[in-house]
């Protein structure tokens, strides 16, 4: 069978923007419990400067908490040297490091230069692998800049290839502010496929516009297995105006196991993460199928139980 690999990025890009504090207890069980529905890794959280983003404050704390399984599934981001050096002590083994393709951005995200951000990034990869890390590559807003507009491809191209070069284990493409439509998806995908091959190149969609899932099958046509979505479509960038929650893990994995791709994601069990995300935040929470998704599998356990029984339906 076919399939896919999903990182769910909710306990880093979705809780990062909550102005609602979630404790590192809180994260823990999130984080464990996305690891319990089968979800093979998990981007659990960045070691950034508290300052610049106070919901990720306790990175290390979490990682001492988290227990079991989920252990070695969690990815972190650094930005820089230090975080990596905080990541390592924090006994992290997988990290990402973040470019974005145009100058504004990486001025914004993390007061770099794109040169400056470049050369970071290599140098962080290069520290990363010397340490016997695993690592990813973000390039963000490799379609479209809230503050510079559309990317062009070619950019897009060549920051992936610096990156891949620099002996990142993965390059993501990001579609950091969700402004991507299918036919751009295909366009940057299948030459970064040709040229990466599958197991070196991600997608990293948001779904601010309503085109995450028609963009993550465009993807998928083009090749593309590897995919960040967020438990609840919980998610956005601080620094980028107008990034709405993440493509819904819910959404992406009920299209990808409708089409006939594996996910190793247990849909029901996702669906009850959800809820306790909901719960924790105060807010209903939850991807674009997940009101059908509840119903269906409801129904399900109901049709289950009566054929046990023998009951007529
Ligand atoms: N973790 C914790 N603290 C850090 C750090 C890190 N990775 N990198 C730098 N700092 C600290 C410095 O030690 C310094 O502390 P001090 O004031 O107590 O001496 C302070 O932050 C400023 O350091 P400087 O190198 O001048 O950083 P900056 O102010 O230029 O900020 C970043 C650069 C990258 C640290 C900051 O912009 C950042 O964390 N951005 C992350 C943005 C993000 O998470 N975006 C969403 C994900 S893509
Ligand atoms: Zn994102």
């Known amino acids: 069978m076919k399939q896919l690999l999903i990182t769910d990025v909710s306990p880093r890009d979705g809780l990062q923007n909550q102005a609602l504090h979630f404790s590192t207890q809180d994260k823990r069980w999130l984080v464990e419990a996305l690891s319990d529905c089968g979800i093979p890794r998990i981007e659990a959280t960045s070691f950034v400067s508290p300052t610049a983003v106070p919901q990720m404050a ?12 989920a252990k070695d599934k969690l990815c972190v981001l650094v930005p820089n040297s230090k975080g990596l050096r905080r990541a390592q002590d924090a006994g992290a083994n997988e990290i990402c490091v973040v470019l974005s393709a145009t100058e504004t951005m990486n001025e914004r995200n993390i007061r770099m230069s794109l040169a400056q951000a470049v050369s970071t990034c290599i140098e962080v990869l290069a520290e990363a692998q010397a340490a016997g890390l695993r690592t990813r590559a973000y390039v963000a807003v490799a379609f479209a800049c809230p503050f510079e507009g559309q990317t062009s491809p070619d950019r897009a191209i060549q920051l992936a290839k610096q990156m891949a070069d620099a ?7 990001a579609d950091t502010i969700g402004a991507a439509h299918p036919s751009q998806v295909s366009n940057l995908m299948r030459p970064l496929i040709n040229t990466l091959g599958a197991d070196r190149l991600g997608i990293h969609l948001h779904d601010t516009r309503g085109l995450g899932l028609a963009n993550a099958w465009a993807a998928i046509q083009a090749g593309v297995k590897r995919f960040d979505s967020s438990a609840a479509g919980l998610g956005g960038c ?27 994601i247990d849909l029901p069990a996702l669906l009850q993460v959800v809820e306790g995300l909901s719960l924790r935040l105060k807010k209903p929470l939850g991807g674009r199928s997940y009101t059908w998704l509840k119903q269906y599998f409801s129904k399900a356990v109901v049709d289950q139980n009566h054929a046990m029984s023998g009951n007529p339906k």
């Open 238 to 264: 601080p620094f980028a105006p107008g990034a709405a929650g993440n493509l819904a893990t819910e959404d992406l994995a009920w299209l990808a196991h409708e089409s006939g791709y594996e996910t190793g």
């Open 58 to 69: 306790d990175a290390a704390d979490l990682l001492a908490a988290v227990t079991g399984p």
């Open 167 to 173: 002996g990142a284990d993965e390059v993501v493409i």
